[in-house]
Structures are given as structure tokens and as C-alpha cells.
């Protein structure tokens, strides 16, 4: 979990001078040599302190040392004090002044331990395992020392690490981060964010430059969100430098993030060229109306929130009949309560509908019909039906129907 606040963080800022420990246990020992996580880390054409240096404009970057590989007594399962606190002791012993370095990384044989991550960090810490990433891949490196830095996953509805425009997420390689996080940073500074706080009601369009490169120009429009703490952040990505593995459904488009204070960013839509995106609440409208190579032009509509109810469900009916699924001697023949209403009106669209069944809340539907099946003998039903629109405003019920003996 997070201890920094996002869009207050300065732990992100300049040099962090690395030390990489490689370690043996008695009985695994490491793979990776120490030129190629040198490669990996701070020399090679595309190394982690390069990709913080592209990603950062220049204000973040990692340099340091490796060590030769060097031997500890296996830790009990996964204690990553324990082990941070043997390698320490065997780096000192060597001659390493762990004091001369702002960050730590501790590589394992790989598997080794059988922790189940491949790589781990504390948010806002110094010290960062890596367990099986390769030699060469610096994607688990990179996604470490964010949280490091104090960074967050980059997730959406997907899960947790499904946003793959950011290291953050699951990408398998290193694609830039995402505007929510360079934000959170202080790498994209305010002066280069529209910020639309207070605009409810507004029509508004901006010419926002491409997320990858330091263009002294706007790179992000931060939209809050009326009665909650969270914002939305547009950016528009070209897959260019490090961002050139970005895949297809990022390219030339404009990325939707939400996020809040403290917590992990999500990547809510993608915008190309002509399309429209409309937020579930139907608010917040944002349209790509045109790109080049270097500029995104956008039109952002922000509403007044809805607080406006459906109509009430009308002409709720409800009748007994037969439904027979499969066929032949598997044929199964089910009575069922057919119930059917007229569609509410909504000022922003009904997203679905709740049915109340004797009483109690049922099931919810997402059109204006259902099929009760699950019916007793003997029993009588009633029942009545409320629609609900994208923001959860809730109408009144509808009048009731009964069906029984
Ligand atoms: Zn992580």
C-alpha cells in the first residue's frame, strides 16, 4: 500500500545512485553475470536508467554498481528483511560503503525461494528484490523501482496490473508511464497540465502534445470529478523511444486514466481519431477530433452531474408459461413467470433495472424483460420493478403484480 500522496511527491527527483547485490544460495546459484545486469541497469542501449531518463525528461535516472555474486545462507520462506539484511552484510564485507547509495537491489537465483513474485519492493522504499526476470528483460527492474519511488500499478476493470501502457501494469517489456504517474512524480509539472477543476458546465478544447517527449507544451488535461476525490487524465501517446513496444490500441490515441489521491491509476478508455468517450454517468464527454505527429486536438464536454431519476416503470405485466431447452429425449420443459414493463425514459440512458420479488430485491436485469424460473408450487409471487440510470439515481417502483393461486 501507499504511503505517498500522488501529485505531492518529490522522492522521485534526480540521481539514485543503485548498488545491485547479486546473490548465491549454498544451493542455487545466480544466473545473471554481473555485466549483464550492468547492461541491464545502467549501461546498455536500453537500460533502466535510460528508460527513467526518457520517461523522467532528464530527471530521474540510476547509476551504481554491480557486485561479483556472492553467497548467503537461504532465508527462511520469503522474509525480505532477512534477506536484505545477509546480502547487506556480505556487500559490506566485500568493501561496498552501502552508504554511498540511495537504493538497493537484490538479485536471487532464480525460483530460488518460491515465493511466487518475480520481483518485489517496498512503496517508497529503498530495497528491491528481483527473483526471475532474465538477464536482459529489464521490465521487473523497472517495475520495482517505481513502487520504489512511491508509484502505484497501473490497473483497469481487467485487474490490477491490466493496464498495459505502463510499466506499472504487466506490460512483458517497458512502455512509458502512463500520465497519472508522471504526474505523481513531478515529471510532467503543473505548468504542462489543463487542469478543468470548477468547469462544470464547459465546453473546452485543448491541443495536447504526445506523453513520450519533453515538449514545453501541455501533455495531460486533469478533469476532476464531481462528488468524488478522484480525476480523470487524458494524454496522448505515439509509441515513440521506449514506447515504440506500445501496443496497437494505445498508438495515435488519447489514454482515459482515473485516479485518486494515494491510489492505483486506471486506465479507463482510448480515444482515436473521431471517436467519442463517454464516462459511465454520462458528465464527462471527450472527443479526438484530430492528431499529428506531434498534437492530439481534443473537445472535452463537462456536465453537471445527473440527479435526475428515471421515469417509473409503466404497464408492468406478468404471465405463467412453458420453456422447453434441448431437444429429443433431453429436451426439459420449465414453467416460468414471464414478466415484461415498458422501458423507463432517462435524461442520460437507464442502465438497468431492479426487480423486487415478495418483497425483497430479486435479481437485476439490463432491459425491460425476465424470466422467473425459480418458482415453487403453490407459492404466489409479487412483484415490482425500479429502473436505475448509469449515475444510480433510482425511480420510484412500479405498480406490483401478483401471480399465484
Ligand atoms: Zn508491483
Known sequence: MSSSTYETSTVGAGVQKTLVILLNFPTSKQVCTKSQ??????????????????????????????????????????????????????????????????????VLPPNSLKCGWTGAAF??????????????????????????LGMNHASSAGGEYADHSDVMGDPSSTPHFNSVHKIAMGWIPSSRIANMSGMVGTIADYRVAHLEQDVNDLQAVKVPIVGTTDSYYLSYRRGLGFD??????????????????????????????????????????????????????????????????????????????????????????????????????????????????????????PGAAFDDSYLLQGMSYTYRIQAVDYSGNISDYSLPVTVGP
Open 244 to 365: 515504440s513496444i506500445l501496443s496497437s490500441g494505445f498508438l495515435d490515441s488519447i489514454s482515459v486514466h482515473r485516479a485518486g489521491l494515494g491510489t492505483r491509476s486506471y486506465l479507463v478508455g482510448t480515444v482515436k481519431a473521431g471517436e467519442v468517450w463517454i464516462d459511465p454517468t454520462g458528465a464527462f464527454k471527450v472527443q479526438l477530433l484530430s492528431r499529428d505527429t506531434t498534437y492530439g486536438n481534443v473537445h472535452i464536454e463537462v456536465s453537471t452531474p445527473d440527479v435526475t431519476a428515471p421515469s417509473v416503470p409503466l404497464n408492468l405485466q406478468a404471465s405463467v408459461k412453458t420453456v422447453t431447452s434441448g431437444k429429443g429425449r433431453r429436451a426439459v420443459t420449465t414453467t416460468v413467470i414471464h414478466l415484461s414493463w415498458s422501458s423507463s425514459n432517462d435524461d442520460r440512458g437507464v442502465q438497468k433495472y431492479l426487480i423486487e420479488r415478495n418483497g425483497i430485491l430479486y435479481t437485476v436485469v
Open 37 to 106: 545486469v550492468d547492461s541491464l541497469m545502467f549501461s546498455g542501449s536500453s537500460s533502466v536508467n535510460k528508460y527513467y531518463q526518457e520517461n523522467s525528461f532528464g530527471k530521474v535516472g540510476f547509476q551504481g554498481t554491480v557486485t561479483e555474486a556472492m553467497t548467503i545462507a537461504a532465508p527462511a520462506y520469503c522474509d525480505l528483511n532477512s534477506l536484505s539484511s545477509s546480502g547487506d552484510a556480505v556487500a559490506t564485507q566485500a568493501g561496498y560503503d552501502l552508504n554511498l547509495f540511495q537504493k538497493r537491489v537484490y
Open 123 to 148: 512503496t517508497g522504499g529503498n530495497k528491491v528484490f528481483i527473483d526471475s526476470s532474465g538477464c536482459s528483460n529489464s521490465m521487473v527492474y523497472a517495475h520495482e523501482l517505481g513502487h520504489s
